[in-house]
Structures are given as C-alpha cells and as structure tokens.
Nanobody, 117 residues
Framework: QVQLVESGGGLVQPGGSLRLSCAAS????????MSWVRQAPGKGLEWVSS????????YYPDSVKGRFTISRDNAKNTLYLQMNSLKSEDTAVYYC??????????WGQGTQVTVSS
C-alpha cells in the first residue's frame, strides 16, 4: 500500500530555514509527479510545490517562489522541501502528496511547521 511519511517540521524563527523530507513506499516513486501542500490553521489546503518524476521540472506558486525548493532522490524514494526565509504566514501542517493538481491521490500524515519568534 502507498505510504508517505513526512518529517523535518518544527519551530523556527522568522527568516530561518527548515528542510522537510517525505519517505515514500508502496508505489514506483520514480514514475510519479510529487507535490507538497499545506494547511494553515483555519484555512483550506494550499498547493506549495510540485516536481516532475525525474526532477527536471519544478513548479511553485508566487507565495513561495524564490524561497522554497522542491527536490527528490529517486534512488532513496524521498521527496524534499527546502524552505528558506520563512515567514509567519508559512506556519501550517505540510503534507507530501503523490501526483499533481487534481491527480493527487495519496497524502502523508503531515508535519507541523511553526514560524514564530
């Protein structure tokens, strides 16, 4: 069965950095788009980033472009999200997802990121 397990969240000060990881299993990781989405307190899901199966193309909304970097290691079946210059508005539970856009069909349990001084 598909499993996605996020890690790396925590408390960080504004302007700081965190690196999230997502360990994937139960499917052929290297053949799928992967994505990160987040949910801030009291808000809906927000798309954060996506990456093509071989890592050659990446996609970001304006809200995180230039600050976040998505990457993947297909040999390790692992997805990453490097987050720099973090802002309070980045506070959310971050989920990795198999697929892209309306094709996202599995999500992990999430990891909490809190940006606060």
């Amino acid at each position: 069965q598909v499993q996605l397990v996020e890690s790396g969240g925590g408390l960080v000060q504004p302007g700081g950095s965190l690196r999230l990881s997502c360990a994937a299993s139960g499917f052929t990781f290297s053949t799928y788009y992967m994505s990160w989405v987040r949910q801030a307190p009291g808000k809906g899901l927000e798309w954060v980033s996506s990456i093509y199966s071989d890592g050659s193309n990446t996609y970001y909304p304006d809200s995180v472009k230039g600050r976040f970097t998505i990457s993947r290691d297909n040999a390790k079946n692992t997805l990453y999200l490097q987050m720099n210059s973090l802002k309070s508005e980045d506070t959310a539970v971050y989920y990795c997802a198999k697929g892209i856009e309306n094709g996202m069909d599995y999500w992990g349990q999430g990891t909490q990121v809190t940006v606060s001084s």
